[in-house]
């Protein structure tokens, strides 16, 4: 029985699954022996896309789509030019194998696995790697991202940096910098939910007749303020070419002496610690990006650049977000193994479920308990006695006398 599983796929990235297979004793099954084929259908079209382990490596390719070994297991692997042309919201999908038997004409197929494929859309509508720069509908030249390294000498992330297969430049509109203003542009919603390893910011086409003026600050969606800079000189920058424009980057990637003040045209300075000064007392800002690294930050990034003092003005012609985010991979999700031993050992158990009891519980009339007390009365009836008799006095006894 196949089992369903399903996963996503992040539009413009590389992408990778590894499958299992087992048979129903637990065994890795040799998947030489035969054919692996990967099929998903997009709810966007009625063509099914379909990759077999016996196809060979796409031009310009190390790997096969889908290679599959003797131990059982399967990867399937698409590069970022692949699914950058992926346009359906969510896909249907198949893997099966199919061994070789003896008997050509006897067919066996197993499902392994299927499901539902969810594609995560770029928020942006181009794509740049290595060095070079085209749009997805029409191939014409755009810089809103930049994935993996770019030269262009007019953007700092590509003069300033070399960007990594993790980087994506997340690039803004310019700001007018007037005096005692919020002055500030935003990027596009960022919604790549991977953890943030590292970020970096670039300022591009500054021109202000007095730079030191300048206070840099970036808001996250999430997390406090980063005071990037705060009324510091800009030895190399010369105010006095009206055609002068600078590029730099904040970067821990600079030397760790090298603050803005030092920092030369299309280079990298360090963020220099100033939450200290006190006009800064009284907010939370942070002297890093550290506060922000580990975690998942999407939504919208603002760079403020605020004019402290009302001499001048300026503008920069752009900046970029610099994210490097940590490579998870894809395959780091459950592996699921297509062994289904289903055990079918009904216990029936013939306890009933009603048990009558006839409690019948008598109700007594109380008996009333009739106390007599008997009163016995006696009254004794005396018979009055008529007299007492009178005491007889005794007679005197004769004295007899004899006489001589």
């Known amino acids: 029985?196949?089992?369903?599983?399903?996963?996503?796929?992040?539009?413009?990235?590389?992408?990778?699954?590894?499958?299992?297979?087992?048979?129903?004793?637990?065994?890795?099954?040799?998947?030489?022996?035969?054919?692996?084929?990967?099929?998903?259908?997009?709810?966007?079209?009625?063509?099914?896309?379909?990759?077999?382990?016996?196809?060979?490596?796409?031009?310009?390719?190390?790997?096969?789509?889908?290679?599959?070994?003797?131990?059982?297991?399967?990867?399937?692997?698409?590069?970022?030019?692949?699914?950058?042309?992926?346009?359906?919201?969510?896909?249907?999908?198949?893997?099966?194998f199919q061994p070789e038997l003896d008997n050509q004409t006897q067919v066996s197929n197993t499902i392994i696995s299927k499901g539902t494929i969810g594609l995560i859309a770029k928020a942006f509508n181009t794509f740049v790697a290595g060095g070079s720069t085209e749009s997805e509908e029409d191939g014409s030249a755009s810089d809103n991202i930049i994935t993996g390294s770019s030269v262009d000498g007019d953007q700092c992330a590509s003069s300033c940096l070399i960007l990594d297969s993790d980087s994506i430049v997340y690039r803004a509109s310019g700001i007018p910098i007037l005096d005692n203003q919020d002055n500030y542009s935003a990027t596009e919603f960022i919604d790549n939910l991977r953890p943030i390893q590292k970020i970096e910011v670039g300022i591009n086409g500054l021109k202000h007749n007095s730079p030191q003026d300048l206070t840099f600050l970036l808001d996250p969606p999430t997390g406090n303020t980063v005071l990037l800079s705060s009324n510091s000189k800009i030895s190399n920058y010369d105010e006095t070419n009206t055609a002068n424009k600078f590029n730099f980057v904040f970067t821990d990637r600079a030397p760790a002496t090298q603050f803005i003040q030092d920092v030369p045209n299309n280079g990298m300075c360090q963020i220099q610690d100033k939450t200290s000064i006190t006009k800064y007392s009284s907010h939370t800002l942070e002297p890093s990006f550290n506060h922000l690294y580990g975690v998942t930050n999407t939504g919208v990034y603002k760079l403020y650049i605020n004019d402290n003092d009302p001499i001048g003005t300026g503008i920069i012609d752009n900046w970029e977000l610099i994210i490097t985010y940590s490579g998870i991979p894809i395959s780091a999700t459950p592996t699921p193994t297509a062994t289904v031993t289903p055990t079918l050992t009904p216990t029936i158990s013939l306890t009933p479920s009603v048990t009558p009891t006839n409690t019948i519980t008598p109700t007594l009339t109380p008996t009333p308990t009739i106390s007599v007390t008997p009163t016995i009365s006696v009254t004794p009836t005396l018979t009055p006695t008529s007299g007492l008799a009178p005491t007889p006095t005794p007679e005197p006894t004769p004295t007899t006398s004899e006489c001589p």
């Open 1 to 96: 029985m196949a089992v369903t599983h399903n996963f996503t796929i992040e539009q413009g990235s590389d992408f990778a699954i590894q499958f299992i297979f087992q048979d129903v004793n637990g065994n890795n099954v040799d998947l030489t022996q035969g054919v692996v084929a990967f099929r998903f259908q997009g709810n966007d079209s009625t063509t099914v896309q379909s990759f077999l382990s016996t196809d060979a490596a796409p031009a310009g390719l190390p790997n096969r789509y889908v290679t599959a070994n003797n131990a059982g297991q399967i990867d399937i692997q698409f590069p970022a030019q692949f699914t950058k042309d992926l346009t359906f919201a969510t896909a249907t999908y198949e893997l099966d």
